[in-house]
């Protein structure tokens, strides 16, 4: 089964930049399915951030952002590297959370990931925080 695992967080100023890795710790490949980025702050729900659809031989890799996430972060994947990545921009305090990956199970999804609903998606990785200072 899938063991995913992120990295990449830390400690950064306002308006700096980090990137997010995900992987599977096992090496089974992540191609196959849709991919999506979380974040939860203490005393919050986990909210979607980004997610991508497939990169098999059917599918195009296309990513999905949510509202609010449009113009700072993105989402990619390294096929080669078996590596879904979130590069985060511009980042502010409000950002501030625990950032986990997850896969979705379900095919319409990884032909096309359109939402990034936490029931969508399992095999959650352990979360990588990322802090903003002001």
């Known amino acids: 089964q899938l063991r995913l695992v992120e990295s990449g967080g830390g400690l950064v100023q306002t308006g700096g930049s980090l990137t997010l890795s995900c992987t599977d710790s096992?090496?089974?490949?992540?191609?196959?399915?849709?991919i999506g980025w979380f974040r939860q702050a203490p005393g919050k729900d986990r909210e979607g951030v980004a997610c991508i659809s497939s990169s098999d031989s059917d599918n195009a890799g296309d990513p999905y952002y949510t509202e609010t996430m449009k113009g700072r972060f993105s989402i990619a994947r390294d096929v080669a590297k078996n590596t879904v990545y979130l590069q985060m921009n511009n980042l502010q305090p409000e950002d501030t959370a625990l950032y986990y990956c997850a896969v979705s199970p379900l095919v319409q999804l990884a032909k096309r990931c359109d939402r990034t609903v936490p029931s969508d998606f399992g095999s959650w990785g352990q979360g990588t925080q990322v802090t903003v200072s002001s």
């Open positions: 096992g090496g089974l490949t992540l191609n196959y399915w849709a």
